[in-house]
């Protein structure tokens, strides 16, 4: 009998550095139990605490944007968007892949173009949910994602604590 394939997750760069300053452990969790994880080569220039090495050791794997991807990119309607995340955008759309975001404006324009889109703390419920992370560990990560991300507000980070077993 023939393995589902994995689905493949897009990170954005907010949702990189969120794990990177609470767990890195996390990285290597999600992408070993629940989403084949790649990292557009324009984001990870963004994130000055992850190199080549470490994503190989995360198991992350660094997407390379073709040219008519980029093109696209620089072409799409809307201000309101960096240029990588609208490289997020336009490889999540094109491969059908999940972009994992807490940026509002990405969220719409993912809605608009019909591409799947999670918040990037869904991904701690889901491994513990699967019973890859206790409760109490995923609740610490929680609260330290709250603590570095002034954009996480303490509401969300209480009913995201309310939903571990």
């Not at 794990?19 to 999600?30: A, C, N, Q, T």
């Not at 990119?73 to 994992?100: E, H, R, T, W």
Request: with cysteine; hydrophobic share 40%.
């Amino acid at each position: 009998m023939k393995k589902n394939p994995v689905k493949c997750i897009i990170l954005d760069a907010n949702i990189l550095i969120d794990f990177l300053k609470s767990d890195r452990g996390v990285l290597k969790l999600i992408s070993t139990e629940l989403y084949e994880i790649c990292v557009p080569s324009v984001v990870l220039h963004e994130v000055t605490q992850l190199n080549q090495e470490q994503c190989n050791f995360f198991k992350l794997s660094i997407l390379e944007p073709s040219l008519e991807e980029l093109m696209e990119a620089m072409v799409y309607n809307d201000q309101c968007l960096s240029f990588p995340d609208k490289v997020c955008l336009i490889l999540s759309k094109g491969k059908g892949y999940i972009c994992v975001t807490n940026d509002k404006r990405l969220r719409q324009a993912c809605e608009q173009e019909k591409v799947e889109c999670i918040w990037g703390l869904q991904l701690i419920l889901l491994l513990n949910q699967k019973g890859k992370l206790t409760k109490e560990h995923a609740t610490k990560i929680l609260f330290k994602i709250h603590e570095t991300n002034k954009y996480i507000k303490h509401e969300i980070v209480t009913a995201c604590v309310s939903k571990l077993i």
